[in-house]
């Protein structure tokens, strides 16, 4: 990172906060017609990308200021993730979760990546990256619309946040496997590889050693989240002020997630553990009041740099692809739910479920922010911008289709009802 002059700073500090009151404008005016905010991030950075052109408005040390707020955004938004998922229920639930989530994993990344890799005619390693991507469901997106409509607490509702709360695990479980294999895959795809049982053998050991180490962290932050409990709940019990106690709760998830990546599992794995961990007495720490603040100063800045990186210049040539993998993502989804939701509601609640699942937002820009870090080999410019196209049109569209979808749904039940009594 470039060392900041002196006289930089107070410009940096007012681009930061211009950019931070646009991304709440932003927000507003997303909520005032129900649509997700994440869309307006991505405009934005867009937007900001167009501005500065090729004069470059935003210098070295802009950028790398934008990019390390968006780190830290990345953090933000996994904990988040892990905060809002209730790990116990989670766990009572899985047998009938597990149903619906593998075949809508199956369904949605392995149809993606035989078109990126066949028919859109990527390499190999950004293939695997758009397959991985496609996995994730941005359930924000759609929980909102269910909380709206009265809809989150029916079974239906409880179905598609396990469901969603696996997806989301397993994609970020996907990411950073496949961000420890990469290099050895990108031997593959140049085709320089001679010994095709040599690679085989270093990917089968890259892997392993992964896996080992995920299973020996998580082992790790079980039998420590016992001891942090307790000690969590003695601070709640023994401190008056509750900042201290939510401060100590960030801190020790930024602990875990810098420990996550110190090992080689990477900061976003280490930040979801951590938020599944303090996950169980949310309420009690208070941490999801103070959490929202925190939220909306950083996050915003991850989907304006990831916008922020896109050149405007390529972004007509990537339509056609997005237009591809829009409709792979969203076929992906639908056929995976229906492929075993049936099982457990009728055909109204697969509908409203699988389409609930197509948003791609926080975890799937994750992963193709991650493949873009990489380079060029790993996510091609083209394709970095077919998938933000893919994600805003995703969100923007089940979005729309739910609202109308929901209330409908909510009209039938309660004319049943009425009809039955």
Request: net charge neutral; aromatic share 8%; hydrophobic share 55%.
């Amino acid at each position: 990172m470039p060392s900041l002059e002196i006289e930089l700073i107070p410009a940096l500090v007012t681009g930061v906060g211009v950019l931070l009151i646009g991304a709440l404008l932003v927000r507003w005016g997303m909520q005032r017609f129900s649509l997700p905010a994440v869309v307006g991030f991505l405009a934005l950075g867009i937007a900001l990308a167009w501005v500065s052109g090729d004069n470059s408005i935003l210098g070295p040390e802009s950028k790398s200021v934008l990019e390390f707020l968006g780190a830290v955004g990345v953090i933000v938004l996994l904990f988040r993730a892990g905060v809002e998922s209730n790990l116990h229920e989670l766990l009572t639930q899985l047998p009938k979760a597990a149903v619906v989530w593998l075949p809508n994993m199956i369904l949605s990344g392995v149809p993606a990546f035989f078109v990126a890799f066949n028919l859109l005619n990527f390499g190999l390693v950004p293939s695997l990256f758009v397959a991985v991507a496609m996995t994730a469901t941005s359930v924000g997106v759609s929980v909102a619309v269910w909380e709206e409509t009265n809809n989150l607490q029916t079974a239906d509702g409880e179905l598609l946040l396990d469901t969603a709360e696996l997806d989301d695990i397993s994609g970020v479980a996907l990411m950073a496997l496949l961000f420890s294999i990469a290099p050895a895959l990108r031997t593959l795809q140049s085709g320089s590889a001679t010994a095709g049982n040599g690679l085989a053998t270093e990917l089968f050991s890259i892997g392993g050693m992964f896996l080992l180490k995920l299973l020996v962290f998580v082992a790790i932050i079980l039998l420590l989240g016992k001891y942090l409990e307790r000690l969590l709940a003695h601070a709640v019990e023994k401190v008056d002020s509750k900042p201290t106690v939510l401060v100590f709760a960030l801190a020790l998830g930024l602990v875990i997630a810098g420990a996550a990546g110190l090992v080689g599992l990477s900061l976003p794995v280490g930040a979801l553990f951590a938020g599944l961990l303090l996950s169980r007495h949310r309420q009690s720490y208070g941490i999801e009041p103070f959490y929202q603040s925190v939220y909306a100063l950083f996050v915003p800045f991850f989907f304006i740099n990831i916008g922020y990186k896109i050149n405007p210049a390529i972004f007509a040539s990537a339509l056609g692809v997005g237009v591809v993998l829009v409709a792979i993502a969203v076929i992906g989804k639908i056929a995976g739910t229906a492929a075993a939701a049936w099982r457990f509601t009728n055909a109204s609640g697969v509908v409203l479920i699988g389409v609930s699942m197509i948003p791609r937002a926080e975890i799937t820009m994750v992963v193709i922010e991650r493949g873009r870090q990489l380079g060029d080999w790993a996510m091609p410019p083209d394709l970095y911008a077919a998938m933000v196209l893919v994600s805003a049109v995703t969100c923007l569209g089940a979005s729309l289709f739910l609202h109308w979808g929901l209330r409908r749904w909510r009209k039938v039940q309660t004319s049943q009802n009425e009809n039955t009594s």
